[in-house]
């Protein structure tokens, strides 16, 4: 039968915890449990006596909790169990002779008024930490109010849009009234719109600046200069197809933004924002491209915006706005065309 031996332990203690270090190399099939104020200890393992079973009890001074957490290394065993009530003992055991294979652990060691130094750097730190956490939170709060208000405000003007303009088809009411009807309300929603690149300045958003920046930049181009500075335009049909394309996505796209700022998702809102975007996002292009170049004869009849020239150059006094535009309706479908691509890659 093999003998049982008792182990060197090394203990410290802090207002709440008490931590013993028992020397005990490679220790296996370890019985730690506090019972009644007594830690009983069996283990095997490479100690004093070489390659044995090692054993010990102790009975503490005051009332621990029974829950006792431990963690073996290749070197020792570290126990921590918890005071039942914070304070400072004067002593480990009941008994004031000190049992022979107990020592104070001095790597762990301090007197009480370092104790009290301690526990209180301790809990100004975790006071740090929960103002820090309390204040962090009401920012991540702050944000996500902030932008669900906003996508909230948007989707209820692109809802208006949308519902106003679905109600002129189905009462077939004339697609030439259409600038006259909705283009306040289509301005509004596409000034609010640029706080979208500053959400993503400011990193509200996780969304690229500049892809940001090209479409609200050229959705502007499209309502503010093509449309609403040339007033041949107003009642060109293409303007209808323009504004319900746009707000077809928009009423698909702002309430899953809004479900994203309280951590909803729902999956047929989900499905909507990327499937039904798919087709309506080029057919906007599209809209688009034949609204800038029905403008082109507009802006060569009245030079509106013409570019004056040097004299002495020879080219005549001004280069015509729809030079501009000719140039402009490439570019828009390259780089529009490449914003579907990389929206694709993301789904």
């Given at each position: 039968?093999?003998?049982?031996?008792?182990?060197?332990?090394?203990?410290?203690?802090?207002?709440?915890?008490?931590?013993?270090?028992?020397?005990?190399?490679?220790?296996?099939?370890?019985?730690?449990?506090?019972?009644?104020?007594?830690?009983?200890?069996?283990?095997?393992g490479?100690?004093?006596?070489?390659?044995?079973?090692?054993?010990?009890?102790?009975?503490?001074?005051?009332?621990?909790?029974?829950e006792v957490?431990y963690?073996?290394?290749?070197?020792?065993?570290?126990?921590?169990?918890?005071?039942?009530?914070?304070?400072?003992?004067?002593?480990?055991?009941v008994q004031?002779?000190?049992?022979?294979f107990?020592a104070?652990?001095?790597?762990?060691?301090?007197?009480?008024?370092?104790?009290?130094?301690?526990?209180?750097?301790?809990?100004?730190?975790?006071c740090?930490?929960?103002?820090?956490?309390?204040?962090?939170?009401?920012?991540?709060?702050?944000?996500?109010?902030?932008?669900?208000?906003?996508?909230?405000?948007?989707?209820?003007?692109?809802?208006?849009?949308?519902?106003?303009?679905?109600?002129?088809?189905?009462?077939?009411v004339?697609?030439?009234?259409?600038?006259?009807t909705?283009?306040?309300?289509?301005?509004?929603?596409?000034?609010?719109?640029?706080?979208?690149?500053?959400?993503?300045?400011?990193?509200?958003?996780?969304?690229?600046?500049?892809?940001?920046?090209?479409?609200?930049?050229?959705?502007?181009?499209?309502l503010?200069?093509?449309?609403?500075?040339?007033?041949?335009?107003?009642?060109?049909?293409?303007?209808?197809?323009?504004?319900?394309?746009?707000?077809?996505?928009?009423?698909?796209?702002?309430?899953?933004?809004?479900?994203?700022?309280?951590?909803?998702?729902?999956?047929?809102?989900?499905?909507?924002?990327?499937?039904?975007?798919?087709?309506?996002?080029?057919?906007g292009?599209?809209?688009?491209?034949?609204?800038?170049?029905?403008?082109?004869?507009?802006?060569?009849?009245?030079?509106?915006?013409?570019?004056?020239?040097?004299?002495?150059?020879?080219?005549?006094?001004?280069?015509?706005?729809?030079c501009?535009?000719?140039?402009?309706?490439?570019?828009?479908?390259?780089?529009?065309?490449?914003?579907?691509?990389r929206?694709?890659?993301?789904?």
């Amino acid at each position: 039968m093999q003998q049982t031996f008792t182990p060197h332990v090394y203990w410290a203690q802090r207002h709440e915890d008490i931590y013993l270090r028992v020397e005990l190399i490679d220790a296996q099939n370890l019985d730690i449990s506090v019972h009644d104020n007594v830690l009983q200890f069996k283990a095997q393992g490479h100690g004093a006596k070489g390659q044995n079973d090692y054993e010990f009890s102790l009975m503490f001074l005051n009332a621990v909790k029974t829950e006792v957490s431990y963690r073996s290394t290749q070197r020792q065993v570290n126990i921590t169990v918890k005071k039942q009530q914070r304070g400072w003992w004067e002593r480990l055991t009941v008994q004031e002779k000190k049992p022979v294979f107990l020592a104070p652990d001095f790597d762990r060691w301090i007197d009480e008024s370092d104790a009290e130094m301690e526990l209180r750097e301790k809990e100004r730190k975790n006071c740090l930490s929960m103002e820090s956490r309390r204040t962090e939170n009401s920012l991540i709060t702050l944000k996500k109010g902030l932008l669900f208000t906003y996508n909230l405000v948007q989707f209820l003007g692109f809802s208006w849009i949308f519902v106003n303009m679905t109600g002129s088809i189905l009462k077939k009411v004339s697609l030439y009234d259409t600038f006259y009807t909705i283009s306040d309300v289509m301005f509004s929603c596409q000034i609010l719109a640029s706080v979208e690149v500053l959400n993503a300045v400011f990193g509200l958003v996780k969304t690229g600046v500049v892809p940001t920046f090209i479409q609200v930049v050229g959705r502007n181009f499209i309502l503010f200069i093509i449309f609403g500075s040339v007033e041949e335009m107003h009642n060109k049909p293409v303007v209808f197809f323009v504004f319900y394309l746009w707000s077809a996505i928009e009423v698909f796209r702002y309430p899953f933004y809004m479900l994203a700022c309280i951590d909803t998702e729902w999956k047929t809102i989900t499905w909507l924002r990327y499937t039904a975007w798919v087709p309506l996002y080029p057919l906007g292009v599209l809209a688009e491209g034949v609204a800038v170049f029905q403008s082109i004869s507009v802006f060569d009849e009245r030079r509106l915006f013409s570019i004056p020239l040097p004299e002495g150059l020879g080219l005549g006094s001004s280069v015509s706005f729809s030079c501009i535009l000719y140039v402009y309706l490439p570019l828009m479908a390259i780089g529009k065309f490449s914003h579907q691509s990389r929206k694709n890659g993301q789904v």
